[in-house]
């Protein structure tokens, strides 16, 4: 069973920035495709990015069309660590942000929620106008 842990959400501003992370608890974590979603209050859950496992010779990330361009996922092996950077803010960026994580042998990305077998708590997000 692996455990994830997201941390930094919190209160910005339009057009401020916030930067997740998500902590795995996992030895192989190189292994592993992850990905962000996010859910709002009334709903569903969306696709916000994902990144492939380590070792791709070929940028293996991939976003969600709202966020392409301000969002930026990348991963610290060493620190069994994956990150959102998250620039330009909007008041539409305000949800629960969760992690997610999956053991994989491919360096594919997955988008769809089924996909993954692990997921964090969430961690909130509050863009005020």
């Known amino acids: 069973q692996v455990q994830l842990v997201e941390s930094g959400g919190g209160l910005v501003q339009t057009g401020g920035s916030l930067r997740l992370s998500c902590e795995a608890s996992?030895?192989?974590?190189?292994?592993?495709?992850l990905g962000w979603f996010r859910q709002a209050p009334g709903k569903e859950r969306e696709f916000v990015a994902a990144?492939?496992?380590?070792?791709?010779?070929?940028?293996?990330?991939y976003y969600g069309d709202s966020v392409k361009g301000r969002f930026t996922i990348s991963r610290d092996n060493d620190k069994n660590t994956v990150f959102l950077q998250m620039n330009s803010l909007k008041p539409e960026d305000t949800a629960v942000y969760y992690c997610?994580?999956?053991?994989?042998?491919?360096?594919?990305?997955?988008?769809?929620?089924?996909?993954?077998?692990?997921w964090g708590q969430g961690t909130q997000v509050t863009v005020s106008s």
């Open positions: 997610s994580a999956k053991y994989s042998s491919s360096y594919v990305y997955y988008t769809r929620e089924p996909m993954y077998d692990y």
């Open positions: 990144i492939g496992r380590s070792g791709s010779v070929l940028s293996n990330t």
């Open positions: 996992t030895p192989t974590f190189s292994n592993y495709a």
